[in-house]
């Protein structure tokens, strides 16, 4: 199916779904909905899921400067700064980025050209909540979800005809400032938000000193536009951008005076527009008809520098990298209430990512050695999806939860052309002028599969919900993996066309409390996965992909907040985890690169104060050590863990609590730690922030 196509089918739908809504009759309320976790709104208690929910009062209070540094403290999630601390990407219950699906508005942010994931291209000023939903979520959101789901639910207007929100951050991690503006509002029906922010950072500074090039800078703007035609139908469109300027360095390297590596990325940027047309309450069957369409750009510059010693030379390679990807997509969704007790949701899905991407690679050996690559690649990925996901109650309180999607994904890399000239040879330099063999494949692959979901849900107990669940999970690979070559990074690794997709089982159970007193969440889970996608070594310096590995992961999370009196409010999150990988060749291990612990837990009080709200958190964040083992060079990494100590007060006051003042202090102990083996964590630092409302 065309995309032209699939665009005029996705126009009549939206066509046929206003006069749907124009000729709607009155009829007995149902409950209203909208795309959230389980694509319904639904009190926690009835998710059949392990979902953690970052709310807007948390992310106003927040000294976040980007979307990984507000997730870092939820049960199951890990953090990755990939060398930089404008760069801090996601993954769940042990999986890697690649294998964690990020979504803005339920939308995927795309990446078909990266070494280390999708990177969440949106500033937390622009967020009104986001929804983490852990564990394979394929049937719901599709391809890329095997270890869970970020969705990031964006601003949309105000219950007031007009209101306007504006603060300024101060954050002492890179000594950077962070100032932001917003407005909105409804009136007669018209819903409006416009945001805008920019944020500057500098260098962090470690417990061992500053960490060069680690620096970013970030800017962002939207707006959001929708009418009310009645009290069914509902349209309207969002239009964002978003820029950064990140650094990325490593510490290790840094170290070395007879080494250098570092990456610039002056430009990564996503620009998006989408348009929607909801019509809610159509007959007594149909609850609501959604359809969604956006077109969106990821557009990145990328230097990659590393200087080495070769013997008595240096070898030096310095890579520049332009990529462009264009995402094209639309989704129709209908939920039906089908009697008392069968509540069904149906959809189409389709996502169209074209990447043309420009590699410039200069090597220089000298004197033997001195040549410059020019590559081009042009490809893309297609993906249609149906899903149907039903709700059915039960007797004694018990609902069960059952779905399947099905997906086809063809692949194509349609040009991979690249030439090298610039002098080369041993003992006699020649002139070299010829075509490149390191660029890519040219080919086309088609994938498809079924993957089913089956949870039962009991509420028997007030304030409570016990739940069990078996999910599956399926990943296909991205043009990366599959025809082109990457040699950033120091090593050359090349794609593999005959890569199957990634599959897994997931087993869960979990219960949740949600009393006076006491507010709880727990589950245990356990998952097993198939046909892992892992890069292995074919020499020294080159690397391929192979369908190579499995892998079982188990463990429990656990996030618990007291309430013993009005003033004082322990708490406590925490990840038990343990991952084995296992190897094509039969090698087995536990040290998979994930800690065995993870945790926050501290008391947070509130009080009146002078007519406002005084707040304050105090807190530990601990972290056990993590091993990782490679069989191709047959060592382990070890990564150090850590515990932190940490301090925040917030402070609402003015009339209706318009005006805020918030500090932070972190890790007070000025401890040492990292997320990973490329650069440190800030040591002791101080924050600030001032809000106000109008």
């Not at 035609?229 to 840094?254: C, K, M, P, Q, V």
């Not at 990457?486 to 005959?498: E, K, P, R, V």
């Not at 020294?540 to 999370?557: I, R, S, V």
């Not at 050590?625 to 490679?630: L, P, T």
Request: proline share 3%.
């Amino acid at each position: 199916m065309t995309t032209k196509l699939t665009f005029k089918l996705s126009a009549a739908a939206a066509l046929t779904l206003c006069a749907l809504a124009v000729q709607a009759e009155e009829t007995v309320q149902t409950s209203e909905v909208t795309v959230t976790a389980s694509r319904v709104e639904q009190q926690l208690l009835e998710v059949p899921m392990a979902v953690t929910v970052v709310t807007n009062q948390e992310i106003q209070e927040s000294s976040a400067r980007n979307v990984g540094e507000l997730l870092e403290d939820i049960p199951g999630v890990m953090v990755n700064n990939a060398g930089s601390q404008g760069l801090k990407r996601v993954s769940i219950r042990g999986e890697d980025t690649f294998r964690t699906l990020t979504l803005i508005d339920g939308q995927k942010i795309s990446e078909q050209k990266s070494m280390s994931g999708a990177s969440i291209l949106i500033d937390p000023s622009s967020i009104e909540r986001i929804e983490v939903i852990k564990g394979p979520a394929s049937v719901l959101y599709g391809s890329d979800a095997l270890g869970g789901v970020v969705n990031i639910i964006t601003k949309k207007g105000s219950k007031k005809p007009f209101e306007a929100e504006g603060s300024v951050a101060w954050n002492g991690a890179g000594h950077g400032w962070a100032e932001t503006i917003s407005l909105g509002g409804t009136y007669k029906g018209l819903n409006y938000h416009l945001d805008a922010g920019y944020q500057s950072h500098g260098n962090i500074k470690t417990p061992l000193g500053y960490q060069k090039g680690t620096d970013f800078r970030q800017k962002n703007a939207s707006a959001f536009l929708s009418y009310d035609f009645n009290e069914h139908f509902t349209a309207g469109l969002r239009a964002d951008t978003f820029d950064s300027d990140i650094n990325s360095s490593s510490w290790e390297y840094e170290q070395d005076p007879n080494s250098e590596f570092f990456v610039r990325i002056p430009k990564w940027k996503r620009d998006k527009v989408a348009l929607f047309a909801e019509g809610k309450n159509l007959n007594e069957y149909l609850t609501r008809l959604r359809w969604d369409g956006y077109w969106q750009k990821n557009h990145k510059n990328m230097r990659n520098y590393v200087s080495q010693p070769q013997g008595p030379m240096k070898v030096v390679t310095d890579s520049h990298a332009d990529n462009r990807i264009k995402s094209y997509g639309t989704s129709l969704q209908a939920d039906w209430q089908l009697g008392e007790s069968n509540f069904l949701i149906t959809g189409y899905e389709f996502v169209q990512d074209q990447l043309e991407a420009d590699t410039l690679a200069k090597t220089t050996m000298a004197p033997m050695l001195n040549t410059v690559t020019n590559r081009y690649v042009k490809g893309k990925e297609t993906t249609n999806a149906i899903f149907a996901s039903m709700e059915t109650t039960l007797p004694m309180d018990f609902t069960l939860n059952y779905g399947v999607r099905y997906t086809w994904v063809d692949s194509k890399l349609s040009k991979a052309v690249g030439v090298k000239n610039g002098y080369a040879g041993m003992g006699r330099v020649k002139y070299v002028n010829a075509p490149d063999d390191k660029v890519g494949k040219v080919g086309s692959d088609k994938n498809s599969r079924p993957v089913f979901n089956l949870s039962l849900n009991w509420t028997g107990m007030p304030d409570t919900s016990l739940r069990a669940g078996w999910s599956q999970g399926f990943r296909v690979p991205n043009l990366q993996e599959k025809y082109l070559i990457n040699s950033m990074g120091g090593g050359t690794t090349f794609g593999n066309a005959d890569l199957k997709p990634e599959k897994s089982n997931n087993f869960e159970v979990g219960a949740r409390y949600a009393g006076n007193a006491l507010e709880a969440d727990f589950a245990l889970f356990y998952n097993l996965a198939d046909d892992y996608i892992s890069s292995v070594h074919i020499s020294k310096t080159e690397y391929t992909y192979l369908n190579a590995d499995k892998a079982k992961t188990f463990g429990a999370e656990l996030s618990v907040n007291f309430k013993p009196t009005d003033h004082f409010f322990p708490y406590a999150s925490m990840t038990w985890l343990r991952r084995k990988t296992e190897w094509g060749s039969g090698v087995s291990t536990y040290d998979s690169g994930v800690a065995g612990f993870t945790a926050r837990y501290g008391v947070k009080t509130e009080f009146d104060v002078f007519n406002g709200r005084w707040n304050t958190d105090t807190y530990l964040r601990s972290k056990t050590a993590s091993k990782s083992y490679s069989p191709s060079s047959n060592e382990t990494t070890r990564v150090a863990g850590y515990t932190t100590l940490n301090f925040a007060t917030t402070y609402h006051f003015g009339p209706q609590k318009r005006y805020m003042v918030s500090a932070e202090a972190i890790n007070i102990t000025n401890q040492l730690y990292s997320y990973g083996d490329s650069i440190y964590e800030p040591g002791r630092h101080f924050n600030f922030k001032l809000s106000a409302k109008f």
